[in-house]
């Protein structure tokens, strides 16, 4: 018996560090700008896609142009003026700049995005779950308890990382397809959405690690312990740091999953 206590009682200390070690590097990778991250990966966005949408997006811009001219002349309400072709080309001048500035333009978004949330975080005291002491009684149901926890932990730490990995990556093609975004703002009404919906896209992605840190501060922060300690029956057999710890990773897990969506219901992004 005395084997299966020291090999069972464990697992919530395995699970509650594999979790403050997963969520920490998690964090740390998502504060850290695109270039950052992975040098290699950003060396073949700015190296090798950019340019490569760069130049199809200036072959779009001049298509784009002849659209926009074409659709102001069929408009048999509004008659071709010097006004109305003095804005297409002024738009045409604006999809230029924006084409060769839309690298620089994502990568100060990703670098006010980085200093934000590393300003939240570096005020916070932010430690991670707690390994808390049990007492006899509680270890004895530690060793069941302690294997659904470090499940629970594996999948939730699985979850944030894939969430972090995929942002950084969707980035990075942000970066890359930017030009063919902004190449469609001479195209008039409808096609420069296009652009539109790129920078939102860019501020809604980049803006999720700043929403993804408050959120996982504000967990950290909560005082759970007393809402369980009011049932002295929880209080005595179950342990309630290893229910607290469960619950404060679920709704972690959640959080950084619904970042974006927070984003596009609270901002409209």
Same mark, same amino acid.
């Given at each position: ?74 408009? $048999?309400?509004? =008659? ?5 072709? /003095?804005?297409?080309?002024?738009? #045409?001048?604006?999809? !230029? %700049? ?104 860019? $501020?809604?992605? =980049? ?5 993804? /840190?408050?959120?996982?501060?504000? #967990?950290?922060?909560? !005082? %759970? ?45």
């Amino acid at each position: 018996m005395d084997w299966i206590t020291s090999g069972l009682a464990p697992l919530y200390t395995i699970g509650v560090k594999l979790y403050n070690y997963m969520l920490g590097f998690s964090l740390g990778f998502g504060l850290n700008t695109p270039q950052g991250a992975s040098s290699t990966a950003w060396a073949y966005v700015s190296g090798t896609l950019f340019p490569f949408f760069q130049a199809i997006a200036a072959t779009m811009l001049n298509l784009f142009f002849y659209i926009g001219i074409c659709r102001q002349v069929g408009n $048999l309400r509004e =008659s071709m003026t010097t006004e109305t072709g /003095v804005n297409v080309l002024i738009k #045409v001048l604006l999809g !230029n %700049l924006a084409i060769n500035s839309v690298l620089w333009f994502s990568k100060w978004v990703f670098s006010v995005t980085k200093v934000t949330g590393g300003v939240i975080i570096g005020e916070s005291d932010f430690r991670g779950l707690e390994d808390s002491s049990v007492n006899e009684v509680q270890l004895m149901v530690l060793m069941v308890i302690g294997i659904i926890f470090l499940v629970i932990a594996i999948v939730c730490a699985a979850i944030i990382f894939i969430t972090m990995v995929g942002r950084t990556i969707q980035l990075y093609m942000l970066a890359a397809t930017g030009p063919l975004a902004v190449s469609c703002i001479p195209g008039g009404p409808g096609i420069q959405n296009a652009a539109g919906a790129w920078i939102k896209t860019l $501020l809604s992605k =980049s803006f999720s690690i700043v929403v993804i /840190v408050m959120f996982v501060v504000l #967990v950290s922060k909560l !005082n %759970l312990h007393a809402f369980f300690g009011d049932n002295i029956l929880t209080d005595i057999i179950l342990p309630t740091g290893c229910i607290e710890n469960m619950f404060m990773m679920m709704l972690t897990a959640a959080g950084v999953k619904g970042a974006d969506l927070f984003l596009k219901q609270t901002f409209g992004i």
